[in-house]
């Protein structure tokens, strides 16, 4: 089977990265599904888990912005004391 190639819109890749971080379903099972090379997705969600501390982009349709009482758990998730 071919393998999809680039480029990918920037909404292909944060839909590839929220399967892969709100999901239980490794990296390779999503990249097999979305039919490109799991190495690609591996560092898309690598890139998103280094500029937004590991908290998944917002699913299509939802409101991108957090309570402040979100963010402040998500803070104490990230750097627990």
Do not use: C
């Not at 890749?13 to 997705?41: C, F, N, Q, W, Y």
Request: proline share 6%; hydrophobic share 30%.
């Amino acid at each position: 089977m071919a393998r999809r190639k680039g480029p990918y819109s920037q909404a292909f890749k944060d839909e590839a990265v929220r399967m892969v971080l709100d999901g239980d379903r490794p990296v390779s099972h999503v990249a097999r599904e979305l039919d490109i090379h799991d190495t690609t997705l591996h560092n898309w969600v690598k890139a998103w888990r280094r500029e937004h501390g590991g908290v998944a982009p917002a699913a299509p349709g939802k409101s991108g912005e957090k309570s402040e009482r979100e963010l402040e758990l998500e803070r104490e998730n990230r750097d627990p004391d």
